[in-house]
């Protein structure tokens, strides 16, 4: 049936109409073109009028037929289950001949549609495609070898891992194929030499065994295209030795002295995007800390050229432009990237970052964000590796320019001081050169080197402070926003203010210049100078109360004078200045300060306008900081918070009614941030908040039963925070919910929770501990108390549990052990010895106080159960700085009890124990 198939005379003609019409820019012949198109996706052959427009029709215009074969390539992808077999079968039998069509623009969208069926249908499921396309490498037909060579790269960058696993009638296709790349490399034509390295690294990445037996002869083409012509071959040989660096560095190592001259070379290749991929070549040597030593002696070599190509080129320049005093020109939308965030954590003292799960970042990611967040002059925020950011807008923002500089990041980090032996003389010559480009690239690697080389580099920071202070007057904007992020990378030099004099001198200059790059008339310095300014704030903390008001000012001021795009690190900056200081900002000259253009802006923004995100966010650390000073305008900011929450829901509720393929689920983060500024509130207004949860239309709480169990972990992740801050303030209004939320809450709590469910896992079970505590006593709690320690104890237990949530699970078992002793001892023989280890170093604060008094409570009822870990109690007591006089007296009873107990064997105890131990037990308790 599929090859009888002919197209309707009339259909087609008001399809081929359709996509001559689609070469219109206007957007409302757009906007009726994709309405009539989606309206004729629905024919059963709607596939087969596609492909026979791109394959069958001579006579027609190449770019008609191009965007017939690329809509047929997205209707495979988003809509591959609404194409018959039959359709199937008559588009895989009329592509593969168009693999050779003469026209380049049809080949390229014929491979394109060729690959999306491989990936979508796989190559298993189509192994006659995958057969005809392996024939066509070796064909006499350059069109048709081209088209084959284009489309396998298009399918092992897209399907790398299916096209290694896949197996046809017992035979691996890729035993075939890899010989075939290693043959087509060394092709006359430089497409398919190109189109050979790029299938080849592929399999380099992933590790493919079949590639690494052919990994000799694969290192030996790579020597021969070394020099080749053509700089897209060039590219892929260059990015051929920065993988095979990362996953096979012993075959490199042999020849390290040639391939570190071909990779210098090669990262001053006039083409950028080979220097680029070389430049990859020394962030990847530096991140591996085996090959170290082996990148010692080329230190001297490589540092002058990472410092070379640091310096814009005339192409960064032209593209970047911004020399004027922009301030007043309005941004325009592309300018303006999406943000990304995360859900609320509970904030104390000790947990690390719950955004990564407690884990420190590290890696090829730190040194990008690094970079990244300092060149906010060459266009984007910092760097992220977010799944869902278009990829050819990470790659386009990556260049040589912030690769060299993350590169020299991590050497830095590696070598320090005999990095900085090396790059001194270079850099006083940058750095006073009279070249504007040179000294501005000078200022940007004294800024990439200052983690690493701090050690060396502090003694010439009396010099080069005041140095970069007054490069913030430079004429160049261009220099004015890289000494910013500099200056902000030194900013923990300038705070730390042993002496009045070393105040005077470097941290009230370095505030006041970033504050005046803060109001600058060009908005790429406005930009850096705020970044930078939100890093001095971080470093200086409750050490800006002396400024507050100066400060606040000024960035009140850069309301009125800021575009779209800065009013977002406007908030970031003053939300950073709320965590910072605290409640120091809780004074009612500061209060009318800040609030008024906030409220503002606020007011302006429609609930579903993006931009009242950053707002929310900066919101929710300013209600914090304030505290009570929020009240008089907390109603209306709670009231709409709460109508977010609720609209967002409903709406995503409607949208869950409808078919798949018709759902438009609204933006999740706008639930998000407003959870997380109802916990700001709630924390900040503490106990004052209850009028305004008892007062909500609708009500907050049963909103937020429909928030913990919602599909987005995010978004439990914030409504279990707050939970739990409902829990401190307003436990009587929240606990008629609680038989309806606990068993959610319990189930949430898990030994070894998926990545994205660490920090929900985290925040429930810190929200458990907290309506334990406002329980207390009440046999309503006990109904939950066994099935918590049953989920708690295990997430303690597990060597695979971050710290953060080591920790939050043994502070909740403690405080579970305070209200309901009799219910907990009898388990503590398993776990007293990982709950000690679990809370022993982290700062006292409350909730450590709370946790260990539970403790105590439990020794006092099952003493036995302590015996076995007894050594890790007393090691956690005499870790304490300064325990509460209830919490001292505790630890001093069971301690001298516990001596009563072993008799004589007490001295034959404590000879067991290690000395420290020892002399502290005897210098606070005299035992």
Request: glycine share 6%.
């Amino acid at each position: 049936m599929a090859l009888n198939w002919s197209p309707q005379e009339q259909g087609l003609a008001e399809l081929l109409q359709l996509f001559r019409d689609s070469q219109n820019p206007q957007r409302d012949v757009q906007i009726r073109i994709q309405s009539r198109l989606d309206e004729l996706s629905q024919i059963p052959d709607y596939a087969n009028y596609l492909v026979f427009t791109l394959t069958s029709l001579p006579q027609e215009d190449l770019a008609t037929r191009s965007v017939a074969g690329l809509i047929l390539k997205n209707q495979i992808l988003y809509h591959s289950d609404t194409i018959s077999q039959e359709s199937y079968d008559y588009v895989k039998q009329s592509i593969i001949p168009a693999l050779s069509l003469r026209e380049d623009m049809l080949r390229r969208t014929a491979t394109q549609v060729v690959a999306m069926l491989m990936a979508i249908l796989s190559p298993q499921s189509w192994p006659e495609g995958l057969s005809k396309l392996i024939e066509l490498m070796t064909s006499s037909n350059f069109d048709e070898a081209e088209g084959s060579f284009s489309t396998f790269a298009k399918m092992c960058e897209d399907i790398p891992r299916e096209m290694e696993l896949c197996e046809i009638n017992g035979m691996k296709p890729l035993d075939i194929l890899v010989p075939k790349f290693l043959e087509g490399t060394q092709h006359p034509d430089a497409r398919i030499r190109g189109h050979s390295l790029n299938c080849l690294n592929q399999f380099v990445q992933s590790n493919s065994p079949i590639l690494q037996a052919h990994i000799d002869s694969f290192i030996a083409a790579l020597f021969k295209r070394a020099s080749d012509e053509n700089s897209e071959v060039r590219k892929y040989v260059c990015q051929a030795l920065v993988l095979i660096l990362s996953n096979r560095p012993d075959k490199l190592v042999p020849e390290m002295d040639n391939v570190v001259e071909y990779m210098l070379y090669s990262t001053q290749d006039k083409d950028d995007e080979v220097a680029l991929e070389a430049c990859e070549f020394w962030l990847q040597f530096a991140e591996e800390p085996s090959l170290k030593d082996s990148l010692r002696p080329y230190l001297p070599k490589v540092a002058p050229v990472l410092l070379k190509g640091m310096v814009y080129n005339e192409i960064d320049l032209l593209m970047l432009g911004g020399e004027e005093d922009d301030a007043a020109v309005p941004d325009k939308a592309e300018d303006i990237k999406p943000r990304h965030y995360g859900g609320g954590a509970h904030r104390n003292e000790h947990m690390e970052d719950p955004s990564n799960g407690g884990a420190a970042g590290g890696g090829a990611g730190k040194s990008r964000a690094a970079i990244e967040a300092g060149l906010e002059d060459e266009d984007e925020d910092e760097y992220e590796d977010d799944e869902d950011e278009d990829e050819d807008d990470v790659v386009s923002d990556w260049n040589l320019r912030k690769c060299s500089a993350a590169a020299l990041d991590v050497m830095a980090v590696h070598f320090g001081d005999e990095l900085l032996e090396i790059l001194l003389p270079y850099l006083k010559e940058r750095l006073f050169s009279e070249d504007w480009l040179q000294r501005e690239s000078g200022i940007l690697a004294l800024g990439a080197i200052a983690e690493g080389c701090i050690a060396g580099v502090q003694p010439h920071l009396p010099t080069l402070v005041p140095f970069l202070i007054n490069s913030l007057k430079d004429t160049k904007p261009l220099v004015r926003s890289i000494a910013c992020w500099t200056l902000g990378r030194y900013s923990s030099w300038c705070v730390a203010a042993e002496t009045p004099e070393h105040q005077q001198q470097y941290f009230i200059p370095a505030m006041e210049g970033l504050l005046g790059m803060v109001l600058d008339n060009n908005k790429r310095v406005q930009e850096a100078g705020c970044s930078a300014f939100a890093t001095l704030e971080e470093e200086a903390g409750r050490s800006l109360e002396p400024f507050l008001e100066p400060v606040l000012k000024t960035l009140v001021f850069a309301f009125d004078k800021y575009q779209q795009k800065n009013l977002l690190i406007l908030y970031d900056a003053i939300g950073t200045l709320a965590d910072s200081v605290g409640s120091a900002l809780n004074r009612p000259e500061y209060v009318e300060i800040v609030m008024p253009p906030l409220i503002a802006k606020w007011q302006n923004l429609h609930d579903t306008d993006a931009d009242l995100i950053p707002l929310l966010e900066c919101l929710s650390s300013v209600t914090i900081a304030v505290g009570p000073g929020f009240l008089p305008y907390s109603p209306p900011v709670y009231q709409r918070c709460v109508r977010i929450v609720h609209n967002n829901l409903a709406a995503a509720e409607q949208e869950l009614s409808k078919p798949p393929g018709e759902q438009d689920l609204p933006d999740r983060t706008f639930i998000i941030v407003a959870l997380d500024l109802l916990s700001g509130l709630t924390q900040g207004l503490n106990t004052g908040v209850r009028d305004l949860v008892a007062g909500s239309q609708p009500s907050l709480l049963p909103l937020l039963g429909h928030c913990i169990t919602n599909v987005e972990a995010p978004v439990r992740q914030s409504a279990y925070a707050l939970l739990g801050d409902l829990a401190i303030s307003c436990f009587d209004l929240l606990k008629p919910y609680l038989p309806a939320l606990m068993p959610e809450l319990i189930r949430q709590i898990e030994p070894e929770p998926k990545m994205e469910n660490v920090s929900v896992c985290n925040n429930a079970a810190w929200a458990a501990g907290e309506i334990a505590l406002q329980y207390g006593p009440d046999p309503e709690l006990t109904q939950w108390v066994d099935e918590l320690i049953n989920r708690l104890v295990p997430v303690l237990l597990s060597p695979k549990s971050v710290k953060s949530l080591s920790e939050n699970a043994a502070v909740t078992i403690g405080r579970l052990g305070l209200v309901q002793p009799n219910m907990v001892a009898p388990h503590l023989e398993v776990f007293i010895e990982a709950w000690c280890q679990a809370l022993w170093d982290i700062k006292d604060n409350e909730e450590k106080d709370s946790a260990f008094r539970g403790l105590c409570e439990m020794i006092q009822v099952n003493p036995n159960g302590a015996a076995k870990g007894f050594v890790y109690f007393c090691n956690a007591v005499v870790r304490w700085t300064t325990p509460s006089a209830e919490l001292n007296e505790m630890f001093r009873k069971i301690l001298t009890g516990f001596r009563e107990m072993s008799g004589a064997q007490w001295d034959v105890q404590k000879a067991q124990f290690p000395p420290v131990i020892v002399q502290r037990l005897a210098d606070r308790y005299g035992l």
